[in-house]
Structures are given as structure tokens and as C-alpha cells.
């Protein structure tokens, strides 16, 4: 499998790097796993819709100008579709099966991701009804891609 993680902005905290870098390490026999960051656009929180609208257009289109062409998209949203963590590993598999990998995954900034990501993609991912922050994010989707894999491979997973 191949994993590409596109997100906006940087990861801050020492410990969420730590635990990012941990699971990019437990996920290593199974998939191929690349991050790329894209830079975050400045907003304050009095920005006029307008402005923030253009805000969240740029950081979509600097994603998309990282995702490979032709391959399989899934945007993170609070609205997308739930999986459970079965679910998800058969959706994978099959993703897999078909030849779709790499797999990009969209996760926006603070402000969430822009409608033309949303359009772009194949499919519109939630890993919760809940909000977390887009930093917590990637080590929650890099924890839930391990889990998947060895779902995927029988073997057992319990943390």
C-alpha cells in the first residue's frame, strides 16, 4: 500500500510529532507513507468571509497541485461519510485491489478544506462526528491506516 498525506501547516507540538513519526514507523512493513506539508495562509478571526474564502481556495489549490494525478482522493471532513475501522480496512483493500494506490488524503487547516478538494475527491472521509484539531488529525488518520493494515493482513491489534 501507499499512503500520501497531504495537509496544511506544520506540526507544532513536540509530542504529536513524536507520536506521528511513531506510527510512520509502526505502519513501515506495511504501506509506504509520505507527508507533505503545505504552507497555511494567514487569517486572523475577524477576516471577512470573503477573505477567508480566498484563504481556504489557496490552501486547496496548493494541495491539489500535490496530489498525483489520476490516483484515488479522500478528503478528511467532519461531514464525510463514517467507517468503522473494518470498514475502512475493506475499503482499502479493495482500493488497493483495483490498483488506486497511491491514496491521497486531504486534510485541511484550521479553517477545514476548500470546496474544490471537496470536489476533487473520490471520496469524503469523517474519522469522527466530533471536531478535533488538524494537527491531532494525522496521527489520529496514521493510527486508524495502521489499524487498517493489519486488520487487512489478520493480524491482531489491540493498543
Do not use: W
Request: with cysteine; charged share 25%.
Amino acid at each position: 500500500m501507499h499512503f500520501r498525506i497531504l495537509a496544511v501547516g506544520k506540526v507544532k507540538s513536540i509530542y504529536l510529532q513524536q507520536e506521528i513519526k511513531h506510527y510512520q514507523g509502526r505502519l513501515r512493513p506495511y504501506a509506504r507513507v509520505e507527508i507533505i506539508e503545505v504552507a497555511e495562509g494567514k487569517a486572523s478571526r475577524k477576516q471577512e468571509k470573503e477573505a477567508l474564502k480566498l484563504l481556504l481556495m489557496e490552501e486547496g489549490q496548493k494541495l491539489l497541485r500535490q496530489a498525483s494525478l489520476g490516483k484515488y482522493n479522500l478528503a478528511l471532513d467532519e461531514k464525510g461519510k463514517n467507517f468503522s475501522s473494518l470498514q475502512l480496512a475493506s475499503t482499502l483493500a479493495r482500493l488497493e485491489r483495483e490498483g488506486h494506490m497511491p491514496l491521497n488524503f486531504f486534510i485541511g487547516g484550521a479553517k477545514g478544506l476548500d470546496r474544490t478538494v471537496l470536489q476533487a475527491s473520490d471520496l469524503t472521509l469523517s474519522l469522527s462526528r466530533l471536531t478535533f484539531p488538524h494537527q491531532l488529525t494525522r496521527l489520529i488518520l496514521l493510527e486508524q491506516l495502521y489499524r487498517c493494515c493489519k486488520i487487512i493482513k489478520n493480524e491482531p491489534y489491540h493498543y
